[in-house]
């Protein structure tokens, strides 16, 4: 058997060939602990042998000190947190209902964030804040206010949530709660409830359009009654001013038969008629003597 041999480089220490590829191994390392890339979205918390320094790496490249810095990523973006909860009204009705919020953390104090809360920060404040929220903001209305006046409710729960997360450094942009649900007795009693004061409103609609009709009604009837008034005043204004005139001037009521004769003389029988009036008598024909003439021409004597 032949077996081939290495060749010899004479004057090559193998130590020193070993020292100058550990070195660079050791220059590798380094660079690659020294250098840190923040991600887009993120800030770095650097840790100095565990203990959090007082700056923040943005995005980016950033460098460090190796085997003693460290850098922890925390999100700065828009994130979303839901939860249910349940709580008692101030008349003791259990509510229930579900939360949702879209928050972030001060990208200028995650080093505090982390911290005071860690990593899992949300577990640790936002669901608890979460649930002590609702229960004290629902403890401030009635079963029925939180129906009545849902939107005035919703907005104290955002706003104890808001309260009591930003002294946090987690910053809420919208809390988004969905209907109040309450016990199946208390939705039908409810119910009842709405129906009756539904149908107390019709009746009270009705009544007003009775009330409108009477109304105009009796508006209706004093103008008659006024009219009424009115025309019989007139009449007896008339019936003085006639009476007046007969009075002074008996030959009224004839001028006034003549005004409104059709032209046809009225039928009348008996001796006792009364002449529809009096047609004057024609003058005699009289002399000089003013003697009136007979039949024939002649004075009569």
Known sequence: MSFTRMPRFPGVNKAKIAAVVITFIIIIIVMIESVVIVEAGHRGVVLYLGAVENRVLGEGQHFIVPFVEQVVQMEVRTQKFQAEASAASNDLQEVQTVIALNYKIDPKEVNRVYQLLGVNYAERVISPTIQESVKASTAKFNAEELITKRETAKGVIAQTI????????????????????????????????????????????????????????????????????????????????????????????????????????????????????????????????????????????
């Open 162 to 301: 808001r309260n009591t997360l930003t002294p946090n450094n987690i910053l809420v942009e919208n809390v988004f709660i969905t209907d109040f649900k309450f016990s199946d007795a208390f939705e039908s009693q409810i119910e009842q409830k709405v129906v009756a004061f539904q149908k107390f409103l019709t009746e009270q609609n009705n009544l007003r359009a009775v009330r409108v009709i009477a109304n105009q009604n009796v508006v209706q009837a004093e103008a008659a009654a006024r009219a009424n008034i009115a025309k019989a005043n007139g009449e007896s204004q008339a019936i003085k001013i006639i009476t007046s005139q007969l009075r002074s001037s008996p030959e009224y009521l004839q001028w006034q038969a003549i005004n409104r004769w059709n032209g046809q003389l009225p039928y009348a029988s008996g001796s006792g008629a009364v002449p529809f009036f009096q047609l004057p008598a024609p003058a005699l024909p009289t002399n000089q003597t003013n003697q009136p003439l007979g039949a024939t021409g002649q004075i009569s004597r």
